[in-house]
């Protein structure tokens, strides 16, 4: 589980320096059409095409469906990947980017994520989704796009999930990962998901494992 951070006052004077450095702004988006191409190109290069868009579609037609969408505005396909990329290194080297989840939780950071133009076009760089099963939410879909991995937006976008699904009111998270997939396995548990269990030959293109993660008592978390 994401603790609050340990110092508040050093936490804040991050912030203050991260809010300084004019961050290109970093939006959390329900899932609209617009964003759909967006995500199926992450889809396509993390998953190698997991749903089409059909079923994105169909997605976006359930209420029970809950997709959160993290978007970059659109300058230009290479002035985004260097811009952002430089601005991200630059956090680096004020605070370890692994703390951006905390990092975040200080109000005044909250700016550096608002919406400059909310018509503005955006690129979406991550996406994580449920759907609402009874009091639990089944993640089935979670992804940040390769360029932008290894930079604490996973740990940014997970916790925003799980709060949606705390907000919903619901008591309990869960999802399948391959045991192959290290990255992923160590965000969940960074979160306190735990193993429930494997299903046996769960992947049908190389009859990997799933290892089954469970995460409990939603309602008492803090994940922003
Ligand atoms: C898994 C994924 C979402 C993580 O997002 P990310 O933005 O790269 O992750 P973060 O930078 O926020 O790192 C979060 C945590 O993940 C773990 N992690 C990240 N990279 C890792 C690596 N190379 N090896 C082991 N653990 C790693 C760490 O626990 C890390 O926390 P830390 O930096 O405090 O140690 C991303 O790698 C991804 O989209 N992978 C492809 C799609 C996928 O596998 N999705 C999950 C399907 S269930």
Not at 41 to 46: A, F, G, N, P, Y
Request: net charge negative; glycine share 8%.
């Amino acid at each position: 589980m994401v603790g609050l951070p340990s110092n508040s006052s050093q936490n804040l004077q991050l912030a203050k320096q991260i809010s300084s450095l004019q961050l290109p702004s970093l939006q959390i988006l329900p899932l609209e059409s617009s964003h759909l191409p967006g995500i199926m190109e992450i889809d396509r290069l993390c998953f190698g095409g997991w749903w089409n868009l059909a079923h994105y579609q169909w997605e976006l037609d359930h209420p029970e469906s809950h997709f959160l969408v993290l978007t970059i505005p659109e300058i230009s396909n290479s002035e985004v990947s260097n811009s952002a990329m430089s601005k991200i290194a630059k956090i680096n080297e004020i605070a370890e980017i692994n703390e951006i989840a905390e990092i975040s939780k200080a109000p005044e950071i909250s700016e550096v994520f608002e919406a400059s133009d909310p018509q503005a076009n955006n690129l979406v760089i991550g996406v994580g989704g449920f759907w609402q099963i009874l009091e639990e939410a089944h993640i089935h879909l979670f992804a940040i796009h390769p360029q932008y991995q290894g930079k604490g937006l996973g740990k940014f976008l997970l916790g925003q999930l799980l709060q949606l699904a705390k907000e919903l009111g619901l008591e309990r998270a869960t999802l399948e990962v391959r045991e192959s997939n290290h990255q992923a396995l160590g965000l969940y548990q960074k979160f306190g998901f735990q193993e429930a269990g494997r299903r046996p030959n769960y992947y049908a293109d190389n009859s990997e494992a799933g290892v089954i993660l469970w995460l409990n008592r939603l309602q008492s978390c803090e994940f922003v």
